[in-house]
């Protein structure tokens, strides 16, 4: 067990991972998304939820209905806010909410839209960069 070493870049407070043992088979991950929402089960590997793609989802979503989802992520994200003086960009970075579960699902809500760094200056994205991350997603799950 350790403590996280840098707050910015880690979310967990501590990792526990030499003593896990599996006491009783789980489902396959297909059968995830027959049950209601929240999705409960075995989560989909990491490959298959990065070929899925993301989109953002409310904080306050995530901390309470969405928490137990095997869909819902909290995540890493460094942001340019900007460039100093010499050309270099200045990097935010922070913690963000995502969802890799289906389109149809219930409980889903993109919150706030975030603000970007864009050609023309400051924006807000509204859902673009959820359809750029998930237009090419083989499908929604079975």
Known sequence: MRRKLDPELEYADFYRAASI???????????????????TGVPRCKRELD???????DEELWK?????????????????????????????????????GPFECPLYSMGMPRRILSATGRATDSGYLDWVSTKYRPGDLD
């Open 64 to 100: 309470g209905k969405c928490f137990s989802c095997v869909f819902a992520t909290m995540a890493n994200v460094h942001t340019t806010i900007g460039f100093n003086s010499f050309g270099s960009a200045v990097v935010k970075n922070g913690f963000e909410p995502f969802c890799y």
């Open 21 to 39: 043992r599996i006491l009783e088979p789980g489902e396959e991950s297909p059968s995830v998304v027959k049950k209601p929402a929240p999705f």
């Open 51 to 57: 070929l899925r793609g993301a989109r953002m989802l």
